[in-house]
């Protein structure tokens, strides 16, 4: 009966017990190299810097229309500073379509509004507006960074960090202390802090002198010293707190990785190295890194943008080759992230459904809500394909889903590439605690992502 069982029942294994020595030293290396570029990585745009700086090292040139495309050349293009396409280029026509690995780069985070800064009672505070899916209360309490950029009306651009490096002054976002929030104790999760309670404390030294406004002059008065902005060019600025957290290993075996922005810069990284490790591929290989997936991918740098259009038909107008012939013969992988089984929230889970830490590259058919609302759904031809190139490639895998069906979902930009004709289908990392301020991924499962967008490139 065993004999019978084994031959016919699904079974997964823990992925520690399918690799040797080697791999293990293999896994160690590659996160090691991820842990520092999220670490300097807080915001899409230097998500995107970051990129391209690496992206020179490997080859990669800045693509310009027209210009002669041979194969084994290393492309990229990068859409307003906030997303990003890089491309090698096949041994084959862009006929036979390309390979595509597509992330996105932008996480949730506390944007500042645009005009943000006030005083009241002798402090001085920035009104804030969150940008993506959070849980507000986990926001509170916490040290925060300032990224961004302020534009000036001439058009200078000037960059804006505070609080990345050892002995600057960071933020936070003040609560109401326990002895006193029994009110606040009766109201929901989602109630107790609001939107706009979630005001970044600046400042408390009055500017020297009599009137008011005297704080919110000081600190002014310290940003103009820093940056030489005024108070009106926070209007034509892009400024955003994050968490003050370094990446870091978790648990006492540091098998897994603490952080902000695993959703879904730990699948960005896994694309980018793959491609910078791609030899000499058959078809032309495209990497995305994507921003606004996580307020729906709309706008001039997400996934509905026709940017990426633009870029692909100017590569396949370079090869005399018709766009939607490309599309449909082309292949997708959305590398984004999955929701990784939680023990101690069981209740939210199905759990022969969910992916598992340690188990692998999540490869999710559907995402959706419900009824598979909102999503593009996979065909299991597609599904086979990826079994059969993973097994071959010894990439250690696992189909999950989001959740209960009633209650979890989540959505990619897999249904905006697979609307183009492309067939598409999202693969990722296994995370605890998504879209919080400290998420937490396993170091295996980030390194078989990057080993399945590798295989993915190598395939002819």
């Known amino acids: 009966m065993d004999e019978i069982k084994s031959k016919l029942f699904y079974e997964q294994k823990n992925g520690y017990d399918l690799i040797d020595t080697a791999e293990r030293v293999a896994v160690e290396d590659y996160c090691r190299e991820y842990m520092e570029y999220l670490n300097i990585s807080r915001t899409e745009r230097e998500a995107v810097i970051n990129a391209i700086d690496k992206a020179r090292e490997y080859g990669f040139v800045e693509f310009r229309a027209g210009m002669e495309l041979r194969p084994g050349m290393k492309v990229y293009y990068c859409n307003r500073g906030k997303a990003l396409i890089l491309a090698v280029i096949g041994k084959h026509s862009l006929a036979d379509g390309a390979v595509i690995a597509g992330a996105h ?38 040290p925060l960074e300032l990224h ?19 002995g600057e002054p960071r933020f936070v976002i003040t609560d109401l202390l326990p002895h006193m929030a029994q009110e606040q104790a009766k109201k929901t999760m989602a109630e107790g802090i609001t939107g706009e309670g979630l005001q970044i404390l600046l400042g408390s030294v009055p500017y020297a002198g009599d009137g008011k406004d005297r704080v919110k002059l000081a600190v002014m008065s310290i940003l103009n010293d820093m940056y030489g902005i005024t ?39 896994a694309e980018l190295k793959a491609i910078f490790d791609v030899k000499d591929p058959e078809r032309t290989c495209i990497c995305i890194l994507a921003d606004k997936e996580e307020i729906g991918s709309d706008g001039v740098t997400g996934m509905q943008s026709a940017a990426f259009d633009c870029f692909m038909e100017d590569l396949c107008a370079s090869q005399g080759v018709e766009l939607r012939r490309c599309y449909e013969n082309s292949f997708c992988l959305s590398a984004d992230v999955t929701a990784a089984f939680d023990p101690l929230y069981s209740d939210a889970y199905e759990k022969s459904n969910d992916a598992k830490v340690n188990y692998g590259m999540g490869i999710c058919k559907f995402t959706g809500a419900r009824g598979k609302s909102g999503t593009s759904d996979a065909s299991a031809e597609v599904v086979a394909y990826l ?27 897999a249904k905006y590439m697979a609307n183009r004709n492309i067939d598409t289908i999202d693969a990722g990392v296994p995370v605890l605690s998504m879209h919080a301020p400290f998420e937490v991924v396993s170091k295996f499962d980030c390194y078989m992502t990057y080993k399945g967008v590798l295989a993915a490139y190598n395939d002819d």
């Open 105 to 142: 780069v932008d996480a949730p985070r506390i944007d500042l509004k645009q005009n943000p800064m006030y005083e009241t009672d002798e402090l001085c505070y920035f009104r804030t507006h969150y940008y993506g899916g959070i849980k507000k209360y986990q926001w509170v309490t916490i």
């Open 387 to 413: 079994r059969r190139l993973f097994d071959k490639a010894g990439v250690v895998w696992q189909l999950t889903e989001m959740g209960k069906v009633d209650l979890g979902g989540g959505g990619t930009i």
């Open 148 to 166: 961004g950029v302020v534009v000036l009306k001439d058009g200078t651009v000037v960059d804006v960090c505070i609080g990345r490096e050892p």
């Open 231 to 269: 108070e009106e060019d926070f209007l034509s600025a892009e400024l955003t707190a994050v968490p003050a957290f370094d990446v870091c290993e978790v648990g006492l075996d540091r098998s897994l990785i603490g952080g902000y922005g695993h959703d879904d810069r730990v699948c960005a990284y």
